[in-house]
């Protein structure tokens, strides 16, 4: 049978696709000239391939043949590939698994000399006796690449434009083969395309630039939204103003100019008189009438105090005296008032000793002139301490006096140093006085309306003194004042209405004095005001609801008064209050509720009082509160274990009144507690083992009813937990 070699075309344009064996299709088809048989060669996904001669069968599971030589002995002539023999009857042929490649082509057909190449793209060439030959083993390797125009197409598969391509790729990049299924490709299919060792700096100077025009691009943008929002609020301003100019607007209001503050002020209007001339000096007093001192002339205090008047004063004295009436008694009287020189009063006696020697530049003369004159109505002779007093130094060295840095006195402070008499009004002369203190003393006379007009006085402290009549009505003209306590003296009458236009208040203590009548309600006006006393008067009414108004309020203290009714719910609004003390002051009835909204209360003494009712439940919200004295009033029911709440409670005192059942256990919870007296009440039953333990710690007095069995009543007071049982009845 004459055979006819049938070679694979080669498509240089699918090279690439021809080269992977794996997945390579092709058909082999070979017409025996006169037999009608055909031969069908199939390279399936995993080349298999089919050979159909007849009723002959040739099958290679993985390996694809080619370069089939149909000779007798059934044998092919691949080069390193041997096979097995063919028979075409009824036989079967198995080709050896393929190590290397296998050549395609006919030895008839080949021409010697000729490169042709396998799939995997090896040159080879057949020699002059037909044999097939690798051209890299035998003529070493070759450097020229493949050139498709020396191919002859034989050996090659034919291509079918129409055919689809052998393998897809997903969108992930992963080989598909035509179903889509994933094909499993080695581990080292890609080891030669990208090598581990692999690095292009290109690459990374391209990321690092993209993600630099990332930032800028974020950069800008954010640039530009601020912009847009600035402009926006430009826009929204204008609009605005627009608006307002639309509207009719009251011309604007200034706040009174403050000239300058108590540290920087000073006096404008330099009083100068003589510098640097002396006169006659003036002996120090010795209160013994002893003028043994023959150099200067005797005292002014020793010569009243002898004489009852001044007779002894130089000419030169006198003469400076009289230059310092013209030039500074203005500012002190006015123009009619006159001050004869032989004269005892405070005034005469000051004039004569800032006249007398070098008294008068050490300092500012109206100052000393004041102070001098304090110093002699206030009996300074007698004085406890008068350390620098009436001396040639400044006077911002006396003992009590305190300038600010341009040596000007803003406080003047002589408290408990045995000082006696009125309160002179030349002290209204230094303008730059803002604290006034004279307590603890023997002050007597009223107080002295002049002191109100004081342009910065913040401070009048008067209190533990022999004042009497009541607080002027000027005190409505101290624009600075903030403290004023005259407590402790002997001021009587009803207290002023204008006491509500000082608004710069922050301290009212007139307690422990006789004031009668009603408590203004004015004093609701006082917003600034943070402690406002007045126990112990004669105060008589109810309580005015306006002082619920007194945002600031810390501490209000009303014991020991004439008062009746209740406490106005309003106190519930004074959410600063600290210390609310009512004992003794006549007020009763029911406890508001609204009194447990006083989250800042410390201290809370209602006793003496005409309370009635139970004790609520809510004081248990109080847990600031360290004192509690309920004491003394007709308060009944059980004691509130909520009160337990209370963790800072020191002294807690509920005796005499009507309280029934047992302490409860929570108030084992008053780990502070140092005073705990319920004696005097309706209680019964066993003291619970948490209160007791307290008498362990800070709890030393904790006194209690002894148990009364007749009645009932009482406690059984062991020594380990009680530290003192009383036997009282009603």
Not at 53 to 63: F, I, K, L
Not at 229 to 256: G, K, Q, S, V, Y
Request: charged share 25%; with cysteine; aromatic share 12%.
């Amino acid at each position: 049978m004459a055979d006819q070699r049938s070679f694979r075309s080669y498509d240089t344009d699918a090279a690439d696709t021809f080269a992977n064996d794996t997945y390579d299709q092709s058909r082999y088809d070979r017409n025996a000239a006169g037999d009608g048989d055909q031969t069908h060669y199939t390279d399936g996904d995993y080349n298999s391939q089919q050979y159909d001669d007849g009723n002959s069968q040739y099958t290679d599971g993985e390996t694809e043949y080619t370069g089939y030589n149909d000779n007798d002995n059934g044998t092919y002539a691949d080069g390193s590939y041997a096979t097995e023999g063919y028979d075409e009857n009824d036989s079967e042929y198995e080709g050896s698994e393929a190590g290397e490649g296998s050549f395609y082509g006919s030895v008839e057909e080949a021409s010697v000399g000729e490169t042709y190449y396998d799939e995997n793209g090896r040159a080879y060439r057949y020699d002059e006796n037909n044999e097939a030959y690798w051209v890299d083993e035998r003529e070493g390797p070759q450097n020229d690449p493949y050139v498709p125009s020396n191919d002859t197409g034989m050996a090659m598969m034919a291509y079918d434009e129409n055919q689809p391509p052998p393998f897809d790729e997903d969108e992930d990049g992963e080989d598909m083969d035509r179903e889509g299924v994933p094909l499993n490709m080695p581990a080292d299919y890609y080891a030669d395309e990208y090598p581990d060792d692999y690095y292009d700096e290109d690459e990374e100077e391209r990321l690092r630039r993209a993600r630099r025009r990332r930032a800028w691009c974020c950069c800008l943008i954010l640039l530009c939204c601020l912009l847009i929002l600035i402009i926006l609020l430009i826009i929204f301003l204008l609009r605005l103003e627009d608006t307002d100019r639309d509207i009719d607007t009251n011309p604007p209001t200034f706040a009174p100019f403050e000239d300058m503050t108590d540290d920087d002020y000073f006096y404008d209007d330099d009083i100068i008189i003589a510098p640097g001339v002396v006169t006659s000096c003036m002996a120090p007093y010795d209160l013994n009438d002893d003028f043994t001192d023959h150099e200067c002339f005797p005292h002014v205090w020793d010569q009243c105090l002898r004489d009852k008047e001044v007779s002894v004063v130089p000419d030169d004295v006198a003469q400076m005296r009289q230059l310092i009436i013209e030039r500074m008694f203005d500012r002190f009287y006015d123009e009619n008032h006159t001050l004869p020189i032989e004269s005892c009063e405070p005034a005469n006696m000051a004039l004569i000793w800032l006249s007398s020697g070098d008294n008068r530049d050490a300092g500012e003369i109206r100052q000393r002139f004041a102070l001098s004159l304090f110093f002699f109505q206030m009996n300074g002779t007698i004085w406890d301490y008068t350390d620098a007093w009436m001396s040639d130094i400044n006077e911002c060295l006396w003992m009590g006096v305190q300038c600010n840095n341009r040596d000007t006195v803003n406080s003047l402070a002589v408290d408990t140093n045995n000082v006696y008499g009125p309160i002179p009004t030349e002290l209204i002369a230094m303008d730059g006085l803002a604290a006034l203190a004279i307590t603890r003393n023997h002050l007597t006379g009223t107080i002295p309306s002049e002191l109100f007009d004081m342009p910065r006085l913040r401070e009048l402290r008067l209190y533990a003194n022999r004042l009497t009549g009541t607080i002027p009505t000027e005190v409505a003209n101290a624009k600075s004042l903030e403290s004023l306590r005259v407590e402790t003296n002997f001021l009587a009458g009803t207290l002023c209405t204008e006491i509500g236009a000082v608004s710069t208040l922050t301290d009212l203590n007139i307690g422990f004095n006789d004031f009668i009548l009603r408590i203004p309600s004015e004093v609701g006006q006082l917003k600034r005001l943070k402690f406002f006393r007045v126990n112990s008067n004669s105060f008589s009414g109810r309580l005015p609801t306006e002082i619920g108004r007194m945002d600031s309020l810390q501490s209000l203290g009303l014991t020991e008064n004439l008062l009746f009714g209740s406490i106005p719910s309003y106190f519930g609004l004074l959410w600063n209050l600290r210390d609310l003390r009512v004992a003794g002051s006549g007020i009763g009835g029911f406890i508001p509720t609204e009194l447990s909204l006083l989250s800042n209360l410390v201290r809370l003494d209602m006793a003496y009082s005409n309370f009635r009712g139970t004790l609520m439940t809510e004081f248990g919200k109080l847990t600031n509160m360290f004192f509690f004295s309920i004491n003394d009033c007709n308060l009944e029911g059980p004691l509130p274990s909520e009160m337990g709440n209370m963790w800072n409670m020191t002294r807690l005192q509920i005796h005499n009144n009507y309280f029934s059942g047992t302490i409860p256990h929570t108030w084992g919870r008053f780990l502070q507690m140092e005073q705990f007296i319920t004696e005097g009440n309706e209680l019964t039953g066993s003291i619970p083992p948490e209160v007791c333990e307290l008498t362990k710690d800070y709890l030393k007095q904790f006194t209690v009813d002894c148990y009364d069995q007749r009645r009932g009543i009482g406690f059984d007071c062991a020594p380990q937990c009680c530290t003192l049982c009383r036997d009282v009845g009603r």
